[in-house]
């Protein structure tokens, strides 16, 4: 079940037990990585066929990135109770991280080459 920004916070600020904790971490990362997905499509839609072919191949390579991270992040506490939360604070900080990132190309302006999409219009 996916809530809104707040109303996920405030659920999360009021967990009492790990496993409340661990589900409200899970659904901030389901959170996160839907806003991540709009915002991919929303690049790939603008991108031309040479650049939408890197934004595929560096999202792939991200992913990668982002699990082997998080895998070293959560190795601290295998096995324990609190691994999943780990696990998910991890995937959502990265995702988060991400997604801001492609966003940031998304409000590219005329004119700047170091921008690899082309600006709205």
Same mark, same amino acid.
């Given at each position: 079940? /996916?809530?809104?920004?707040?109303?996920?916070?405030?659920?999360?600020?009021?967990?009492?037990?790990? /496993?409340?904790?661990?589900?409200?971490?899970?659904?901030?990362?389901?959170?996160?990585?839907?806003?991540?997905?709009?915002?991919?499509?929303?690049?790939?839609?603008?991108?031309?066929?040479?650049?939408?072919?890197?934004?595929?191949?560096?999202?792939?390579?991200?992913?990668?990135?982002?699990?082997?991270?998080?895998?070293?992040?959560?190795?601290?506490? +295998?096995?324990?109770?609190?691994?999943?939360?780990?696990?998910?604070?991890?995937?959502?900080?990265?995702?988060?991280?991400?997604?801001?990132?492609?966003?940031?190309?998304?409000?590219? +302006?005329?004119?700047? /080459?170091?921008?690899?999409?082309?600006?709205?219009?």
């Amino acid at each position: 079940m /996916l809530f809104s920004s707040q109303a996920l916070a405030d659920e999360c600020a009021s967990a009492s037990t790990q /496993l409340e904790m661990n589900r409200c971490a899970a659904a901030q990362y389901q959170a996160a990585d839907k806003k991540l997905n709009e915002t991919y499509q929303s690049a790939l839609k603008r991108a031309q066929p040479p650049q939408r072919e890197l934004l595929q191949k560096a999202q792939v390579a991200w992913i990668a990135l982002r699990d082997a991270d998080c895998a070293l992040i959560r190795s601290g506490t +295998e096995g324990g109770s609190v691994q999943p939360m780990i696990a998910s604070q991890c995937l959502t900080d990265k995702t988060n991280e991400r997604e801001a990132f492609l966003a940031s190309l998304l409000q590219c +302006e005329e004119g700047d /080459l170091s921008c690899p999409l082309p600006p709205a219009g």
